[in-house]
T-cell receptor, first 111, second 113 residues
């Protein structure tokens, strides 16, 4: 079945360093969504990308959707302690409304 | 507007018992999805309901079931609980489904002893 993998699984960075997580799907996605889950919290929607090669920015966060619409990345510039959490990508399975989540990347930021 | 509400927040059950979890979606949202989150398996899709119909189902045994009411509120039931069912159960609501953002509730932390 469809799989969505993310790398790395964990990332520890010093505050101020950059961070990137990569999301790879075994099948083409109609769209990709990114969520952030703080420790002890629930996933919160960050952004949705729909077009091939699309790039969107939210302050220090840059999201990209691959040309083949099978991969995506999230890059955080100059991390802050408030960026701590697990970042998930998610995409619909095939032509269904089943949203499949990636394995997640847990980010820890040391002050 | 009010967010997604899940009740109860915490639950402790014994093996073999059954449990019912509730989810009230954001007003106007017709799609409700359920996920199981465990440290080892991440976020696993259970099922999705839209207008009282189950549209999608994940790869979970038949002990896991759900339903959606006419007001879009949803319940999920787990029968004959096993230790491995201990997890955070998250409900997410969205307006249409896959093409719109999902809003998650705080989750129900189920512990089976």
């Amino acid at each position: 079945g469809q799989q969505v993998m993310q790398i790395p699984q964990y990332q520890h960075v010093q505050e101020g360093e950059d961070f990137t997580t990569y999301c790879n799907s075994s099948t083409t996605l109609s769209n990709i969504q990114w969520y952030k889950q703080r420790p002890g919290g629930h996933p919160v929607f960050l952004i949705q990308l729909v077009k091939s090669g699309e790039v969107k920015k939210q302050k220090r966060l840059t999201f990209q959707f691959g040309e083949a619409k099978k991969n995506s990345s999230l890059h955080i510039t100059a991390t802050q302690t408030t960026d701590v959490g697990t970042y998930f990508c998610a995409g619909p399975r095939g032509n269904t409304d089943k949203l499949i989540f990636g394995t997640g990347t847990r980010l820890q930021v040391f002050p | 507007k009010a967010g997604v509400t899940q009740t109860p927040r915490y639950l402790i059950k014994t093996r073999g018992q059954q449990v019912t979890l509730s989810c009230s979606p954001i007003s106007g949202h017709r799609s409700v999805s359920w996920y199981q989150q465990t440290p080892g398996q991440g976020l696993q899709f259970l099922f999705e309901y839209f207008s009282e119909t189950q549209r999608n189902k994940g790869n979970f045994p038949g002990r896991f079931s759900g339903r959606q009411f006419s007001n879009s509120r949803s319940e999920m039931n787990v029968s004959t609980l096993e230790l491995g069912d201990s997890a955070l159960y998250l409900c997410a609501s969205s307006f249409f489904g896959r093409d719109t953002e999902a809003f998650f509730g705080q989750g129900t932390r189920l512990t089976v002893v």
